[in-house]
Structure formats: C-alpha cells, structure tokens
C-alpha cells in the first residue's frame, strides 16, 4: 500500500536500490546489533548471533528479490537503478555519477566535492571476520536468494547488474 501511495504521490520518481551480498550484509548488521546491545565481540555467542540471522528482520532484509518485486510490482523497472554495494564501496565516484544519470543530474557537479568526503566512511561498523562456525548458518538461510536473485535480475531487464551480482557473491 506504501509503495503505491509513492507511486501515486510521484510516479516518475526514480528508484535506487543498493543490494550487497546476503551473509556480509547478515554479519555486518550482527556486529552492529552487538554493538547497540553494548555488548563486546566476545560476549556475543554463536547462538546469540545465530538467533539474530535468523529473526526475521534480519532474513527480510537480505531478500533483495522480495522487496524489488514488491516496488517493481508498481514501478517500472527502467526507473530503478540497482547498485551492488561492492561497487559502490570500491568505487563510489563511479556510483555517484550512475545515480547523477538515473536522476537526470549533472554529473560534472561532482569534480566540486572533496574527493575524501565522496570515499569517507558513514555509519562504519567494527570489523571482525565471520566466525567460521556460523558461515555455514549463513549460507543456509541465504543460499536460495543468492542463487535466484541475478535470475531475477535478467528477468526484470538488469542483466549487467546481475553478472556484477554473480561475481560478487560467488567470492
């Protein structure tokens, strides 16, 4: 109902929708979770972290293609750009300026930036390696998704973003 009252309050609005793979986006939330709960790394067991892939918030937000079809379902799919955050994080100059096109902006405005302000870090979470323990829970929960979305990807008309997609996730 909330996308279609988007679509009726702006129905040339143009859509970005940034996806990275499943299990770092799952760990990374983790981690952050941890961090909000003031808790340290260490204090969080295997089972604690389990219970945070597994709850539903979680899994929701690492099902790209549930939430594309739900916007898709009303948008068009040429007015969403769809980014895959390994690229936006080795090269956001680049995103930047493929967001400036899909928006119709002017790219050049960019050149003005502070090239460290486009590459400085927002929101950066601690940084700890998966637990080799639980990766086998990851990719329980998200192997289909990981497999299904770049297909989803070609049918909706993205191929270029699925093989970025396949390449990303299958390292």
Known sequence: ERIQEAYDLSPK???IYSVRNPIARAWSAALMAIQDAGMEFEEASDQWLIDHFKSKGSRNRGHYRQCMENWLDVFPSEQCLVLCFEDLSANPKQALIDCCHHIDANPLEL???DPKR???R???????EIRPSLLPVLEGIYRTEMEQFPTYL?????PEVATQVRQHWSS
Request: hydrophobic share 40%; no cysteine.
């Open 111 to 113: 050149d003005s930036l």
């Open 13 to 15: 609005v143009r859509l």
């Open 154 to 158: 070609d049918s909706v008309g993205k």
């Open 118 to 120: 486009i590459t400085e």
């Open 122 to 128: 927002v929101f950066a979470g601690p940084k700890h």
